[in-house]
């Protein structure tokens, strides 16, 4: 008799640390391989998460080949897995998702840019201004900074997380004043929303950051240029007195 499959929910696994070279060195890896690139190009296309047969079903391999992938690119924090409900023959359904640590390439779906855009328009229409959408962006800042705390400096952090963002950020020093970095923002993910809405996007970037450095503590924003003063924007940060 064939031995009963064991059909328990994956075993969590620990976020990556994506301070580390090495673990970012795996991640990229990983999207070197074909199928995982499909899977991950049809995981960041999907509004929802996916079941492994849908998967399989949309980049035409058999569910079986699928599956190795799925758990390759789970073990370097590429996808996250939920248990939803039993399938057709009474197992557990394991949908994936593209989790916050896998890279953006663009492909988020069309829907997130239309939502974005309503909840803008609707924090104008209930009267929302910069210093609520500095606090929103604080606390986001607060969250994200977690994952940092390892990291060798707030800097480093801060301009690792700006650029898994897709801010692409360039640093460089003051020639005037030697404690002083300045951050400038070679691209804008936020795009035409931070053109429509500055006042509010601009004002959840830098909450982003200041919330993000408070957390950490040796590093605070000494100056934050938005998009309506200067092109690419930029912030000064300076070590914590």
């Known amino acids: 008799m064939a031995a009963e499959r064991d059909h328990r929910p994956p075993a969590a696994v620990d976020a990556p640390d994506l301070t ?6 795996q991640l990229f890896k990983t999207l070197g391989d074909n199928t995982r690139y499909a899977i991950y190009l049809e995981l960041a296309r999907s509004a929802r998460p ?3 047969a849908e998967i399989a079903d949309l980049i035409e391999l058999h569910p079986n080949t699928v599956r190795p992938h799925l758990e390759r690119m789970r073990d370097v924090g590429l996808v996250s897995v939920e248990v939803a409900g039993r399938g057709d023959v009474g197992r557990p359904q394991h949908r ?8 953006s390439l ?8 239309v939502l974005a ?6 924090a104008e229409r209930l009267g929302a201004g910069p210093t609520d959408a500095f606090a929103v962006g604080e606390d986001e800042g607060h969250a994200r900074s977690v994952a940092f705390r390892s990291a060798p400096s707030s800097l480093e952090a801060v ?3 700006l650029d898994r963002l897709g801010f692409d950020p360039v640093v460089h020093g003051d020639p005037d004043d030697d404690e002083l970095a300045v951050v400038a923002f ?8 931070a053109e429509r809405h500055p006042d509010l996007v601009c004002s959840l970037h830098h909450g982003l950051i200041a919330g993000f450095l408070a957390e950490l ?3 605070d924003v000494r100056e934050f240029c938005s998009v309506a003063a200067r092109t690419p924007c930029q912030v000064s940060l300076v070590g914590a007195p």
């Open 186 to 193: 070679a691209n804008c993910p936020f795009g035409d929303l």
């Open 96 to 103: 994936y998702s593209l989790s916050d640590a896998a890279p």
């Open 117 to 122: 855009r309503m909840v803008l328009s609707m």
């Open 106 to 113: 663009g492909l988020e779906p069309p829907v997130l840019p």
């Open 217 to 219: 503590g040796d590093t």
């Open 20 to 25: 580390d070279p090495a673990a970012r060195l």
């Open 159 to 161: 301009v690792s997380d």
């Open 50 to 52: 996916l079941t492994t």
